[in-house]
C-alpha cells in the first residue's frame, strides 16, 4: 500500500479541510477527520532529522512515510539502516501510539499530541516485518484497541467517526500483529471492524455500477462510492496489509460484481468470511470497471480542475486485485504504472517509492526493473543506505520468539490531500485527497 492504499501521503484529507476552516494545524493523518491540536513547527531541509527518509517536512507524514520505506526494503531483502529504525521507534509514544511527527524525542507526548491510528497502523505493520519490536508492536496495538469506536471502526484520530480508510489499515495491523481482527470487539457483544468496512460498501440501494464500491465514510447519511476508499477497504475485508503475497500473472480467479443476491445472503448482520469475501470481490469488480473507463488507471478528480490520472490510487489497485488473487486484471495497470509513474514517484518521494514497490512485490514484477527505474535503488537514496540484504524468512521466528513479536503475514494510505477533497488516499506517499469517483 497505500496510505500516501492509501497518497498515505495515502492522507491529510479530512482533517486537513476541517483544520482549514477552523484554522488548525491537522496531521496528514490518512482519513483524519476531525480538527486536532497544532502540529510542531516543520524544521527546515537542513534540519531533518538523522535517518529519516525523504527531504520535504515530516511534520504529516514523517511515521507513515518511514513505515513503508521500511516495510519495503524488508519486503524486498534489504535490512534498513539502524538509525531509521531508531527514528521510527523513537517516535512512539509512551502509551504506545504514534503521531505523524515529533520533533523532540526526548520530550514525552502529551494531551496536545495529535495520536493517528493510520500513522500508528503502519509503523505496526513495518516493526512488525522487521522483527525486534515485540514490546513497541503490543503497546500499538493496546492502543489502537483502546481508541475503536462503538462501531467497530476506527478514525484517523481518535473519537471521530470511522471510516474505510482508517479502518483497513488498522485490519493490517492487527493481522501483521497476529491478532485476528474478528476477536478485536468494541466491548462486550461489540462490533468487529469487518462488521464497520461493510458498512460503508454501496449495495442494492445504489445504482448498478455503483454497486461493490466502497465510501470513504457517510455523508449526510448517504454514501458515495469512492476509489480510495473501495481499494483500501478490498485489502481490509480480506484481512491483508501493505505487503500482500506474490499472485501470479496467471491467476485468474473471475471478477465477481456484487450482487443483491450477495447481500441477501451473506450481509444479514454478520461479517463473517463469506461476506467478507462477496464484498472483497465487489470492491475489485468496481475497481476494474474505473480502470476500464479510463485506459487502466484511476482519475484524481480536485475542484475546479480537469481529471487527472491518480498514480497512487492505480498502485493501490493493483495491490487490491493482486490481494484477491486476479492476476491477470492486475497486470494492465500495472503495465500502465511501468509507464507513467516514475516522474510521479521522483516527485512524492520515499512513500510513492515504497508504493510502487509493494505494488510490483505482490504481482511477481521485479521492483529493480520497473519500467526501466529500479524502485529500490530510488527508495534507498531518499535515507540512510540499508544496512545489509538478508535471506527472507531466515532466523525469523528466532527474531520474533526473543521478543514476542510478529511477522507480517501480509497491506495501504491517504494521500496528504492539504486543499481539499472527501476521500483519502489508500498509501501516504504524497497523494491529494480525492473526492468520490
Not at 505487503?243 to 491467476?251: L, Q, S
Amino acid at each position: 500500500m497505500a496510505p500516501s492504499f492509501a497518497v498515505l501521503a495515502r492522507r491529510a484529507a479530512a482533517a486537513l479541510a476541517t483544520a482549514a476552516v477552523l484554522g488548525t494545524a491537522a496531521a496528514p493523518a490518512a482519513f483524519a477527520d476531525s480538527a486536532a491540536p497544532a502540529a510542531a513547527p516543520s524544521p527546515s531541509p537542513a534540519k531533518l532529522p538523522a535517518g529519516l527518509y525523504g527531504a520535504a517536512s515530516p511534520e504529516y507524514d514523517g511515521v507513515w512515510r518511514q513505515s513503508l520505506a521500511l516495510l519495503a526494503q524488508d519486503t524486498v531483502g534489504l535490512r534498513p539502516a539502524a538509525s531509521a529504525v531508531d527514528w521510527l521507534t523513537g517516535q512512539q509514544c509512551a502509551d504506545g501510539s504514534f503521531a505523524a511527527f515529533r520533533a523532540d524525542q526526548a520530550k514525552p507526548c502529551t494531551a496536545k499530541t495529535m495520536r493517528d491510528t493510520n500513522q500508528t497502523g503502519a509503523a505496526v505493520q513495518a516493526l512488525a516485518a522487521l522483527g525486534g519490536h515485540g514490546d513497541a508492536v503490543k503497546k500499538a496495538v493496546g492502543w489502537l484497541k483502546s481508541v475503536q469506536n462503538k462501531d467497530g471502526g476506527w478514525s484517523s484520530m481518535a473519537g471521530s467517526p470511522s471510516d474505510a480508510n482508517s479502518t483497513s489499515v488498522v485490519i493490517g495491523a492487527l493481522v501483521a500483529a497476529g491478532a485476528n481482527p474478528a476477536t478485536v470487539t468494541s466491548g462486550k457483544g461489540g462490533k468487529s471492524p469487518y462488521d464497520a468496512l461493510l458498512t460503508f460498501q454501496l449495495s442494492c440501494a445504489a445504482k448498478s455500477k455503483e454497486r461493490g464500491a466502497f465510501a470513504f465514510q457517510p455523508k449526510d447519511g448517504a454514501l458515495a462510492p469512492n476509489a480510495d476508499a473501495t481499494a483500501a477497504a478490498a485489502l481490509g475485508t480480506l484481512g491483508k496489509g501493505f505487503v500482500v503475497a506474490p499472485t501470479g500473472k496467471d491467476a485468474n480467479t473471475p471478477i465477481r460484481p456484487l450482487t443483491c443476491k450477495d447481500e441477501g445472503e451473506s450481509s444479514q448482520g454478520s461479517a463473517d468470511a463469506g461476506a467478507r469475501k462477496a464484498a472483497a470481490g465487489g470492491a475489485d469488480a468496481y475497481l476494474v470497471a474505473q480502470l476500464d473507463a479510463n485506459g487502466q488507471h484511476l482519475l484524481s478528480a480536485m475542484p475546479g480542475a480537469e481529471d487527472q490520472p491518480d498514480v497512487g490510487n492505480t498502485a493501490d489497485t493493483v495491490l487490491a486485485l493482486a490481494a484477491g488473487a486476479h492476476g491477470t486484471a492486475a497486470q494492465k495497470p500495472l503495465k500502465w504504472l511501468e509507464q507513467h509513474a516514475a516522474d510521479w514517484a521522483k516527485q512524492n518521494g520515499p512513500a510513492a517509492y515504497a508504493q510502487l514497490v509493494l505494488a510490483a512485490h505482490a504481482t511477481g514484477t521485479d521492483p529493480r526493473s520497473f519500467g526501466g527505474t529500479d524502485l529500490v535503488a530510488a527508495l534507498n537514496a531518499t535515507g540512510p543506505a540499508p544496512a545489509a540484504g538478508q535471506e527472507q524468512g531466515k532466523n525469523a521466528d528466532a527474531k520474533d520468539s526473543e521478543d514476542g513479536g510478529s511477522g507480517i503475514s501480509v497491506w495501504w494510505v491517504v494521500g496528504v490531500g492539504l486543499a481539499v477533497g472527501a476521500g483519502i488516499g489508500f498509501l501516504l506517499s504524497g497523494r491529494k485527497k480525492k473526492n468520490a469517483l
